[in-house]
């Protein structure tokens, strides 16, 4: 136990690219996802198909074999960029794919009759978007979201079987140096635990905030 | 035209059909770019270069990869014959009134649920060969797989049972059924049929969570494409080949998932038909008590 108190700077490094690599790609997830929604909703043929097919593509390989083709493999056709950064934008990019159907599946719990009652009643594309789809979009995807936000937080650890020393391979570097299995893991999944229940802690505040109360 | 569209716009006129032309055009000039840019990359490269993709059109390497194949598929069965039973009994265990049975699964699945999956690889990788257990190799892999995946199944089990609408266990129990008698007869059929498509989509993260045999050089398909590529000097075909793989497989299995979905809601369709004799045999022992 001693070990890890003597040397808790480093785990606490650890953490703070874990929490880095979480936010960072959260954030560029929630964006790519969103325009990916937008192209998958829009009426132009080919950025649908387009869409669609990144869509497949980045929901079905496994999240280790794309970092192990950006880390490993992207170097190979001169894309070389720091381990973190080539890390965090591969888990952008895997976790946009998923982001992209919440909120496709989010658009489609407003039912069609109210978008058509608004034409009716002579709302125009972008006011049908602000007053009417994406107030009740929103609170049926906040659930979810929260659900790909802890997924991506726990996700991140598998940085750490490309390199990055983050707080799962930090809990591995203590193991071996200092040779404390049980208590470093122990803290480690406590950390974890601790960030887990905070994500559903919030999302669960988010959505009884955005509810309505009837 | 996709639905959301339908919904979403009015049918657009003259001139939204020019500007949704135009659109067209503009994206695919962009696509094009895009691909050419791509195609650039990898011919400067030298990457396009046959001796690079030789390789896989060859029978031993194609063989190296196909045992990587049957790892994975061994691998994803296992780990899925172990964790989906025991999913099941813990979500029972944790919908059961008994504490003993309560608290214990309670805790298995939130712990379970929250540690990263690599961190119990490592806790098995090298925690416990300290403390002098080793397990095999394959073992080490599948066991992490399990632990994680199970405390996921045991909440999609759960989830399943509690959406099952009240009133069905409520007039089970009226008509004089047992806990477990209304468990067995009511609520677990139905809620079998509601969660087996979710089932089927955990199986897909079951496969993708095997790609950690490449941490713990087990024999599965990401391990021999690593092993591959070093060896060959061609690491990035042999990741994209192998991506290409997992895409395949996995869409098969979100396939197979829309398929039970609509065959499972056929058989309930099927048993409403025909179920009115059996329904009938099934309730008229407790009918001849009350009379």
Not at chain 1, 131 to 138: C, D, N, S, Y
Not at chain 2, 100 to 124: G, K, M, Q, S
Request: net charge positive; charged share 15%; proline share 5%.
């Amino acid at each position: 136990m001693n070990a890890i108190i003597d040397h808790s700077g480093q785990l606490a490094h650890g953490l703070f690219l874990t929490l880095a690599m979480t936010i960072c790609g959260f954030a560029c997830a929630l964006a790519l996802g969103v325009l990916l929604a937008v192209l998958l909703i829009s009426p132009v043929v080919p950025m649908r198909t387009l869409a669609s097919v990144y869509v497949a593509v980045f929901r079905n390989i496994p999240l280790l074999v794309w970092l192990v083709l950006f880390v490993f493999g992207l170097p190979e056709i001169g894309l070389l960029y720091s381990l973190l950064t080539t890390v965090t934008v591969a888990m952008a990019l895997y976790w946009a794919a998923f982001i992209c159907e919440v909120i496709r599946s989010g658009v489609r719990t407003v039912p069609p009759g109210q978008i058509e009652a608004a034409r009716a009643l002579g709302f125009r594309f972008i006011q049908i978007l602000r007053h009417l789809v994406l107030p009740q979009a929103t609170r049926s995807m906040v659930q979810p979201l929260g659900n790909i936000f802890i997924a991506l937080t726990l996700n991140t650890s598998l940085a750490a079987a490309v390199g990055v020393r983050e707080l799962t391979g930090e809990a591995q570097v203590f193991t071996i140096r200092y040779d404390i299995p049980i208590p470093i893991f122990a803290v480690t999944t406590a950390i974890y635990v601790l960030m887990t229940l905070t994500g559903g802690l919030v999302t669960g505040r988010l959505e009884r905030k955005l509810a309505i109360n009837r | 035209m996709n639905t959301e569209a339908n919904t979403l716009f009015d049918v657009p006129g003259p001139r939204g059909r020019r500007r949704i032309r135009i659109a067209t055009a503009l994206s695919l000039v962009a696509i094009g770019a895009l691909a050419l840019l791509a195609v650039h990359r990898f011919a400067d490269h030298g990457m396009l270069a046959a001796d690079q993709w030789r390789m896989f059109a060859q029978w031993p390497t194609i063989r190296f990869l196909l045992v990587g194949v049957q790892a994975t598929v061994v691998v994803t069965a296992v780990a899925a014959a172990i964790a989906f039973p025991l999913g099941a009994l813990v979500a029972l265990a944790r919908l059961s009134r008994s504490r003993y049975l309560h608290w214990p699964a309670r805790a298995y699945v939130e712990i379970f649920r929250a540690i990263p999956i690599l961190l119990l690889l490592y806790v098995f990788l090298f925690g416990l060969p300290r403390l002098g257990l080793t397990l095999p190799t394959f073992w080490q892999l599948v066991v992490p797989i399990v632990a994680s995946n199970s405390a996921v199944i045991a909440e999609i089990c759960r989830a399943g049972i509690l959406a099952l609408d009240r009133g069905q266990s409520e007039a089970a129990y009226s008509l004089g059924m047992t806990y477990r008698r209304a468990m067995h007869l009511v609520v677990i059929p139905q809620a079998v049929r509601k969660v087996t498509p979710t089932l089927v989509g955990q199986l897909v993260r079951l496969l993708k969570d095997s790609t950690l045999g490449y941490v713990v050089s087990y024999i599965e398909l990401l391990h021999q494409a690593q092993v591959l590529g070093e060896y060959y000097h061609i690491v990035l075909p042999a990741y994209l080949v192998v991506a290409a793989v997992y895409v395949a497989i996995n869409m098969a299995l979100s396939r197979l998932a829309h398929r039970l979905e609509n065959g499972t809601g056929l058989r309930v369709r099927r048993t409403r038909k025909t179920s009115d004799t059996a329904r009938a045999r099934l309730i008229s022992p407790f009918l001849r008590r009350t009379r």
